[in-house]
């Protein structure tokens, strides 16, 4: 339920530090300001200007490589190199010249949808080799070895498309999921099936559709570090129940029968096993007698000596790391970490490293924030504490004993980067600078940092940093100058506000605004986004994109509350959610409405909300909860049902329908739907293979059997994603002309 953001390009940069947006503005007094059009907004060049995709270091550190779009097509990408030597930029891969347009299997186009990738062409990945000599990369179902020097290799050429492809650890194989086999072949030789074929139901090397959607793992097999052995997934859907999804298209409906484990159905029966690069010395992993259980993550000592195995049940309450014996498959529990309090979930994450002393870096939630932990010799120490959370463990350089990380220690808003000593945890340092938000990756080695930073008045800039967060380089420093995309907007351009409200226990809400330049005397509709859902924090002080400034250029206020169950605020904070979806969070966004009816620049009769997923959702239970409130409500590809939605998702929040059927039938938006007399649009795209169009097509009958009107806006052949250079100004424009229709406009 993740929404999914259009990525940019990527261009070299190499001089200062980016000015102050206020600067821009000095200089563009004398330019009219420019109202920014939807048609604009998702239009190439992205108004957002270049920024790195899937920026990596070489193993030797000589060469970073990205993906970079094109000026012309912000969704086709092509994989460049940049050499730290020379300082000079070479393509690799020129995606649209080496590249087949061969169509993607559907198996490949779902992975996509469910890596949020669905809406990009050409390279969407690739894999350095051991040596650092080249890289792997999957290019319309094929793939290729590039290296560095300009030759390129095409390893496959088949009407089938290779799923998740990788090089081994030491780069002796490739492997790759094709026809529900895993194959592995010696690269530049000859891949074989190293699994039998088992039929329809039954597939190895891949995860299956849960942990690909709802838990972050994409992959099914595991390499080991001297590439002797190999870790495979084999899991059974036969018993999965069949959705007959019907991916109603404008010219005509595929009909596809998609294994689909809705809440309280049985999941996909999930094995582990450890075999030869041939497939031979094939032994089973023990996971214990219960069957009924999520394979969470699977990890290799880094000396191959065991297999680290996560194992969550069902409930979410519970997860055990298993130590197994790769030559015997059996196991044992090394430990096990619960639920940080009564009526919680575990958040699973990949922020956890096994060094190579046989300790493990470890984050958790059992203080009530996410902080990190060291395991080491059966005993814990706890490395970070306070109030705030470790949103991402960075890396770590095990030579000199320091960790580095994410958290929200100086700023629930803005995240930054710090590193502590593992020796002597109690003092954090500081590595980026406090006027931006960050993210950050680093080398295998934890030496260097990839930095991207940005802030409401400066987009997306990504840099090279040493240990102590010193700037090397700008990989694209992104200048909002004068041939800037955004530039000719700047003029136009409204700072965002912040501040905080009081939920109904007294919990601070953060808050976002944006306001257009406002007469005195005048009132201001309102356009009140939501997500609402467990997980997102809309409300934070990065740069926010052109969208909501297009929405703002129309004479709309744009606001934004982050209610309890959002993230990075702590266990207490998200726990309200717990078997009462649809509850809390419906009070706390009515709490910043009655904030807004307070402004004296708010017109309180023209304050309209939209949402999409668990949004949509949000829209339908609050205009019920609250008839009168809002002006008007735009509800994009709902769930409107619990029972219509996946096992993991659902069940870790709300319990399992046999288990809990109250606590459903409170959350669901069918009920109560007839009590929605307030201006509604229903939007969702007819092949969603997440919010399956089920749970449109059932409140919409609802509502037409019971005489309520409303409107709708369908969008044949797209999935969740309901995006694209022509649809998503066609999304927003019929938005917007809804909006107009029912009065919710502009003062004159």
């Not at 710090?418 to 406090?434: F, H, R």
Request: aromatic share 10%; charged share 25%; glycine share 10%.
């Amino acid at each position: 339920m993740k929404s999914l953001r259009l990525a940019a390009a990527l261009a070299l940069g190499t001089c200062l530090a980016t000015p102050a947006m206020a600067d821009h503005h000095a200089s563009s007094q004398e330019t009219a300001a420019m109202d920014l059009t939807f048609e604009r907004v998702f239009a190439s060049p992205d108004l957002d200007g270049p920024s790195p995709r899937q920026a990596k270091l070489s193993p030797d550190g000589r060469y970073l490589t990205v993906l970079r779009n094109r000026e012309e097509d912000l969704a086709r990408y092509d994989l460049w190199a940049f050499d730290r030597e020379t300082s000079e930029w070479s393509m690799l891969i020129d995606s649209e010249a080496l590249g087949t347009g061969r169509e993607l299997s559907e198996d490949e186009k779902m992975q996509r949808e469910r890596a949020r990738v669905g809406s990009l062409k050409g390279i969407i990945s690739y894999q350095w080799t051991s040596d650092g000599t080249g890289v792997l990369v999957p290019l319309d179902g094929d793939l290729y070895l590039a290296r560095i020097g300009g030759d390129v290799v095409r390893l496959t050429d088949t009407e089938e498309s290779e799923l998740n492809p990788s090089l081994s650890k030491k780069g002796t194989y490739v492997s790759f999921v094709r026809d529900r086999q895993l194959w592995v072949g010696e690269v530049g030789g000859e891949a074989t099936p190293i699994t039998p074929k088992e039929g329809e139901a039954i597939r190895w090397g891949e995860a299956e559709f849960v942990a690909q959607e709802e838990m972050g793992r994409l992959t099914g097999y595991w390499w080991g570090p001297d590439d002797s052995r190999i870790a495979v997934q084999r899991f059974d859907e036969s018993m999965v129940g069949i959705v007959t999804r019907a991916a109603i298209g404008a010219t005509g409906t595929r009909v596809f029968d998609q294994r689909y484990p809705v809440a309280g159905s049985a999941n996909a029966v999930v094995e582990l096993f450890v075999m030869d690069p041939d497939g031979n010395n094939r032994v089973k992993v023990d996971l214990g007698e219960e069957t009924d259980i999520y394979l969470a993550r699977v990890d290799w000592a880094p000396d191959g000596s065991a297999l680290f195995v996560q194992r969550q049940n069902r409930e979410q309450t519970v997860l055990d790391i298993l130590k197994v014996d790769p030559a015997t498959g059996a196991s044992e529990v090394l430990f096990t970490e619960r639920a940080a309090v009564q009526d919680y979930w575990i958040n699973l994450g990949n922020d956890y490293k096994w060094l190579d002393d046989g300790s493990l870096i470890w984050w958790s939630e059992r203080d009530g924030y996410g902080h990190l932990y060291r395991y080491a010799n059966g005993a814990w120490t706890q490395l970070t504490s306070g109030e705030w959370v470790v949103t991402k463990l960075v890396g770590v350089d095990q030579e000199a004993g320091r960790i580095f990380f994410q958290g929200t220690k100086d700023d629930v808003l803005a995240q930054h980067v710090y590193s502590l000593d593992i020796a002597n945890p109690g003092e954090v340092t500081l590595l980026t600078d406090p006027a931006y938000t960050h993210s950050a990756s680093m080398d295998g080695k934890g030496q260097t940092l990839l930095i991207s930073r940005s802030n409401d008045d400066t987009p997306p800039q990504s840099y090279i940093a040493d240990a102590t967060g010193k700037r090397l380089a700008w990989i694209e420093e992104n200048a909002l100058d004068g041939d800037h995309p955004y530039a000719p907007y700047l003029a136009s351009h409204r700072p965002t506000q912040y501040g905080t409200i009081p939920a109904e226990d007294g919990t601070p809400l953060y808050w976002e605004m944006v306001t257009p330049e406002m007469e005195p005397g005048k009132k201001y509709p309102v356009y009140y986004y939501h997500y609402s859902g467990p997980g997102p924090q809309v409300v934070n002080k990065g740069w926010n994109g052109a969208l909501r400034q297009a929405i703002v250029d129309k004479g709309y206020i744009w606001f934004a509350l982050d209610n309890r169950g959002s993230a990075n605020r702590g266990v207490a904070f998200e726990q309200p959610l717990y078997r009462a979806m649809g509850g809390v969070e419906v009070r706390d966004q009515k709490v910043g409405a009655e904030y807004l009816k307070t402004l004296d620049f708010v017109d309180q009769d023209k304050i309209a909300i939209d949402g999409w997923s668990y949004g949509g959702y949000m829209t339908l239970k609050q205009l019920q909860a609250d008839p009168g409130l809002y002006a008007a409500g735009i509800s994009g590809a709902p769930v409107t049902k619990w029972e219509l939605y996946d096992t993991h998702y659902t069940e870790r929040f709300m319990g399992t329908p046999q288990d809990d059927g109250e606590a459903y039938e409170k959350a669901s938006a069918i009920p109560e739907a007839t009590k929605i007399v307030d201006p509604l649009l229903l939007i969702h795209g007819m092949a969603d293979d997440n919010v399956v169009f089920e749970n449109a097509t059932e409140i919409i009958s609802v509502m037409q059997e019971a005489n309520v009107p409303f409107q709708m806006m369908l969008y044949p052949g797209y999935t969740h994603r309901v995006s694209g250079e022509q649809i998503s100004p066609h999304r927003y424009n019929t938005v917007f002309r809804f909006l107009e229709h029912h009065g919710v406009t502009p003062p004159e």
